[in-house]
């Protein structure tokens, strides 16, 4: 499986951005797939995720800001991040696993697509 991961760039605090992945390869092994990110000096920390069966999960910080969404037919999941705060600057990896549970920690995430850097400038 590889992850396409786009979207990310320079946006002003309380704007927006939209990050794309393309999911490709032996995509019907993939139940989760979603964001996670990494601030520099800080550990890498999952943002959202989503099932095949659409079930969503959430970072307490990011919830009421962020939707995830998954267009199962091109294999690509979308992070729509609204109201965007300095604190969210990172570098967001995609990332992809074979059970609904798989992105709920790092070592259970079975891909990982390069990341994308979202700056976000106060």
């Known amino acids: 499986v590889q992850l396409q991961a786009s979207g990310g760039g320079l946006v002003q605090a309380g704007g927006s951005l939209r990050l794309s992945c393309a999911a490709s390869?032996?995509?019907?092994?993939?139940?989760?797939i979603g964001w996670y990110r990494q601030a520099p000096g800080k550990q890498r920390e999952l943002v959202a995720a989503?099932?095949?069966?659409?079930?969503?999960n959430y970072a307490d910080s990011v919830k009421g800001r962020f939707t995830i969404s998954r267009d199962n037919g091109k294999n690509t999941v979308f992070l729509q991040m609204s109201s965007l705060k300095p604190e969210d600057t990172a570098v967001y990896y995609c990332?992809?696993?074979?059970?609904?549970?798989?992105?709920?920690?790092?070592?259970?995430?079975?891909?990982w697509g390069q990341g994308t850097l979202v700056t976000v400038s106060s």
């Open positions: 989503i099932s095949s069966g659409g079930s969503t």
């Open positions: 390869g032996n995509t019907f092994s993939i139940n989760a």
């Open positions: 990332a992809a696993g074979t059970q609904a549970w798989s992105l709920k920690q790092t070592t259970t995430v079975a891909h």
